[in-house]
C-alpha cells in the first residue's frame, strides 16, 4: 500500500533525535491525511522515515473500503515500528469543498477510533501552528513548507510527505507542544 518511502535526510542518511522521556522505546507516528495520505515515522531508536500512501477507492469499491484500508494499514505500520507511543496529524478547520470536508471527517473518524482502540495517544496539530513551525509563517504556502522541510535534510515527493514531516519535526521539537 505504500506508494513511496523516503529515507530522510536524503544526503546525510536519517536524522537521529533524542527521544521524548514519555516516548523513549516506541516511535511516533504523523499524519497528513487524505485520499493521498502524508506520513513521517520517528522510530524508537530516532530515524525517521517518510512516504505516502495512497487510499483511492478502485472503481469496484464500495463507499468504506478506502477507511478499511487506512486502518490495515494502521495495524501494519504499528506492527512494522513495534509500538507507537503517539500520533499528530494535521488538524484541518477549513476544506475546499464538500467531498475533501467528507473524505477527512472518514479520516479522522476511522484514525480516532483506532487510536481509542490501541490505547495511542492522537493529537491534531493546526495547520498555521505547523506551518508557523517549519516556515515561519502561519500562512505559508506549500512550496515555502517544502522548501523548509527540504532546507531541513528530507527530500519530500509531495505537499503531503512534506506535510507529515513538518508535523512530525514539530512534534519532536515542541515534545507535542509542550513546550
Excluded at 23 to 43: E, N, Q
Excluded at 70 to 82: K, N, T, V
Excluded at 107 to 136: M, N
Amino acid at each position: 500500500m505504500i506508494s513511496t518511502i523516503e529515507t530522510g535526510p536524503a544526503a546525510a542518511g536519517a536524522i537521529a533525535f533524542r527521544p521524548h522521556p514519555a516516548h523513549a522505546h516506541r516511535a511516533i507516528l504523523s499524519l497528513d491525511l487524505g485520499t493521498t495520505t502524508g506520513w513521517a515515522l520517528r522510530s524508537h531508536d530516532g530515524l525517521i522515515t517518510s512516504g505516502t500512501v495512497s487510499f483511492r477507492p478502485s472503481r469496484y469499491d464500495g463507499g468504506g473500503m478506502r477507511y478499511l484500508r487506512f486502518r490495515s494499514w494502521l495495524d501494519q505500520i504499528a506492527e512494522d515500528a513495534g509500538g507507537l507511543a503517539a500520533i499528530y496529524f494535521e488538524e484541518v478547520r477549513r476544506h475546499v469543498g464538500t467531498d475533501a470536508a467528507h473524505l477527512y471527517g472518514g479520516f479522522l473518524a476511522t484514525l480516532s477510533a483506532w487510536c481509542e482502540s490501541h490505547a495511542i495517544a492522537y493529537q491534531g496539530v493546526p495547520v498555521g501552528t505547523i506551518k508557523r513551525h517549519v516556515a515561519a509563517k502561519g500562512n505559508a504556502d506549500k512550496a515555502a513548507v517544502m522548501a523548509a522541510v527540504r532546507a531541513r535534510g528530507f527530500s519530500p515527493a509531495d505537499d503531503n510527505e512534506a506535510d507529515a514531516i513538518a508535523i512530525l519535526l514539530w512534534a519532536i521539537e515542541t515534545e507535542g507542544g509542550v513546550r
